[in-house]
């Protein structure tokens, strides 16, 4: 992969919503945000999203929902999962599907762009 | 004619055998008999005694001749006597009547208490109306006590002997019995009908004359042979009495025997300075000591192997707490067996008091129980260390919920903090207040990741069988640049061809982590850091993993409570002193155990044991 211009986060937490937003922004990336795995399916449906960020623990539809659900639409999208814990059930079955990255909250912001940097690499 | 010039000495040993009779029985001890027999035959004694007097009187009448005192002390003598053995007879052949109907019976019934004192009344009038009182008097005495009493004791000896048949027969009375009977029986014959001659019937007619015709020798002779008889068989009944003393006494010592040699309990018989009187075989068997070096012995020496009582606060003395307080106290004390060993025993002393009231002795009594102590100290541990796991999991989910609740607002505020921090210049006065902040969130992301591990330990998941070297290898790759930077040489004594466990490979970093970060910690002025895996010698089927460093070491008295939680011996904000009950926790959910050997100066070595996986 070339260059991620567009990031979607996931999170049902608003802090976290806007502490990616405005760290992200700042990066120069472009930044979507949703509250749910609803609406990041909406917004997947309507824009060129280069990588999804999402959080594990959501009310309705969880992390590993939103791994499947965007598979559907994107099977080769890189997702980075934000988690609390790392050796969950359903973290393992979201790593399985290829989410390709678990981010262990909290976690600093140099983490988070290794991670995105990895892909790059790729 | 031999006889009748030696009548002397024929009435001496009438009267001797009688009086003789009369003393055995009266000094034989006969109280609380079970014998029937025993309470009537003071009356036969004094029959023998009195009778005996009569006798005697004779002789003395015959040697130093008549004298009108002497007949009249003769004559009360004579009728007396004849009283007593009327009542003999009387008592005798009441008490061996049975209650059923027969002719025994139907003559029992007259023989009622009054009759006696009747009768002697009869004798008194019937006299005092005749011309002749005394002859008349002593005749009438025979004819109405001393004649029926023969027949009346033949009797009844005959009944008791029958009654008593199993005893008697075990004692071998039974010639003695029927030598009494007949002798009773030809006494009262002899000494009942055959009266001096007087001017009544019968005695005109059966008297002592007509004896000496028909047989040439006096009655007196035959009444004193009967008499002999009467009495040698008389005492050898006697005999029945001692036999039921002795009898008694071994049955008595057998029932001792019995109940305080086939108990568990130890008994002791103390005197008031704790002298031993008495032991029992359970006592003695449960020292080192034969029975002479216990008798006279202190009990503290034999079953303490002191020189003084117990005393408080040691061991309570039961001895001394009954003087003191008046009750009987149980209390656990440590004695020594046979072998020297120790074990417990529940001991109690009783008092024995004498007849005013005062204690004289005391009952010691102790029952082993070792093995219910054994339990009770095992039971209390077990519910100690069930306690301590219950508050571990308590403090664990406390901490957990925390880290829980914590997590995304610590996130938010850390990844601002950094974001902010980062585009501040070095001269802005906010540059200060935001790289704190930063700086201080980064803490907090630690400890709050170190808590979720942590947190998920306890629901057991994701445990595997893992080679325990690796695991403490990618430990110590975590550490490793800590121990470089404060003086602490590492050394690994990782050993060869460990059986795997199984464990959760995140968890068992995480404690090996935490317990070097303490040892580095324990060490400030640097030393040496030893990590150490191997198969246990000592506990077979576990590998023990052992870290040990060469620092300040940790007090005995904290020893016990490191693995409390919140527990620290770090200053404020250097430790949550959440660490090591952690990883308490964790081992103990790996079916571990964790144990901690220190002393204040000389470092401190964990090892911790965990199972061999099998499967």
């Known amino acids: ?122 | 004619m031999f006889f009748a010039r030696h009548l002397d000495i024929v009435f001496l040993i009438y009267g001797l055998a009688f009086v003789i009779m009369g003393i055995a029985i009266f000094t034989q001890p006969r109280r609380e008999s079970v014998f029937r027999l025993g309470h009537i035959l003071w009356l036969l004694g004094a029959f023998g005694l009195t009778h005996g007097a009569n006798e005697w009187l004779d002789m003395l009448t015959i040697i130093k001749g008549r004298n009108s005192s002497i007949d009249l002390i003769r004559w009360f003598c004579l009728v007396i006597s004849f009283v007593f053995l009327f009542e003999f007879s009387r008592r005798i052949f009441r008490i061996t009547t049975q209650p059923i109907n027969n002719w025994k019976s139907s003559i029992a019934s007259y023989l009622s208490w009054r009759l006696t004192p009747a009768l002697a009344g009869i004798i008194l009038i019937g006299g005092l109306a005749a011309t002749d009182f005394w002859q008349t008097g002593s005749a009438l005495a025979r004819y109405f006590l001393a004649f029926p009493s023969g027949i009346l004791i033949a009797s009844g000896f005959r009944a008791y002997y029958c009654q008593e048949r199993s005893v008697m027969e075990s004692l071998r009375m039974k010639s003695n019995f029927i030598i009494a009977g007949v002798s009773f029986l030809v006494y009262g014959f002899l000494a009942g009908l055959v009266a001096p001659k007087g001017n009544f019937f019968p005695a005109n007619w059966l008297n002592t004359d007509l004896f000496i015709q028909l047989t040439g020798i006096p009655v007196q002779v035959f009444r004193a042979g009967c008499a002999v008889a009467v009495a040698w068989s008389i005492t050898r009944i006697l005999t029945i009495f001692n036999w039921e003393i002795t009898d008694k006494i071994q049955h008595a010592l057998e029932m001792n025997e019995r109940i305080t040699q086939g108990i568990n309990e130890s008994i002791m018989l103390l005197t008031l300075d704790f002298r031993i009187l008495w032991a029992n075989k359970a006592l003695i068997n449960s020292t080192h000591l034969s029975q002479k070096e216990i008798l006279g012995n202190f009990c503290y020496r034999v079953t303490h192997h002191m020189d003084q009582p117990c005393q408080l606060p040691h061991n309570a003395c039961p001895v001394t707490e009954m003087i003191r307080a008046g009750k009987t106290i149980k209390v656990i004390h440590t004695h020594y067996d046979k072998e020297g060993k120790e074990f417990y025993a529940e001991v109690a002393a009783y008092p024995v008091y004498d007849k005013q009231g005062a204690i004289t002795q005391f009952v010691h009594i102790s029952r082993d129980v070792t093995n219910k102590m054994k339990t009770e100290i095992e039971l209390n541990q077990t519910r100690e260390q069930l306690m301590q796991s219950e508050k571990m999991a308590a403090v664990g989910q406390l901490a957990a919920g925390v880290a829980h609740e914590i997590n995304n607002p610590l996130g938010i505020i850390l990844g601002f903090a950094q974001s902010a921090a980062k585009r501040i210049k070095e001269d802005d006065p906010l540059a200060l207040p935001l790289k704190s902040i930063e700086r201080e969130a980064v803490r907090c992301s630690y400890l709050v990741r170190n808590l979720l591990v942590f947190s998920r330990a306890r629901k057991n998941e994701g445990q595997e069988p893992l080679d325990v070297n690796t695991t403490v290898n990618s430990a110590l790759s975590m550490i490793e640049a800590q121990t470089k930077t404060r003086n602490v040489e590492l050394v690994r004594e990782l050993g060869d061809g460990l059986s795997r466990i199984s464990a959760n490979n995140n968890q068992l970093q995480q404690v090996i982590v935490n317990l070097a970060n303490n040892a580095i910690d324990a060490m400030t002025e640097g030393g040496t850091l030893t990590v150490k895996t191997l198969l246990s010698g000592t506990r077979p089927g576990y590998v023990e993993i052992m870290v040990r460093d060469t620092g300040k070491g940790i007090p005995k008295e904290i020893q016990k409570k490191i693995f409390e939680p919140f527990f620290t011996t770090k200053e404020v904000g250097k430790g949550t002193g959440l660490g090591l009950s952690l990883v308490y926790e964790i081992v103990g959910n790996h079916r571990g155990t964790i144990e901690l050997e220190s002393e204040e100066g000389k470092g401190a070595e964990f090892t911790i044991f965990l199972p061999v996986h099998r499967g």
């Not at chain 1, 997702?79 to 050796?87: D, F, H, P, R």
Request: hydrophobic share 45%; aromatic share 4%; glycine share 4%.
């Open chain 1, 1 to 122: 992969m070339n260059k991620i211009k567009t990031i979607l986060i996931v999170d049902d937490e608003q802090g976290y919503r806007d502490l990616l937003h405005r760290a992200l922004s700042e990066q120069g990336y472009t930044v979507l945000v949703a509250a749910g795995g609803p609406e990041a399916l909406d917004i997947l449906k309507r824009d060129e999203v280069d990588i999804i960020i999402t959080d594990m623990k959501m009310p309705k539809m969880d992390g590993l929902d939103v791994v499947i659900a965007s598979r559907q639409l994107r099977p080769d999208i890189p997702i980075i999962l934000m988690t609390g814990y790392a050796v969950e059930e359903r973290v393992q079955e979201a790593l399985a599907r290829k989410a390709s990255i678990c981010l262990q909250k909290p976690f600093q912001m140099k983490e988070l762009e290794t991670a995105l940097q990895s892909f790059l690499i790729t």
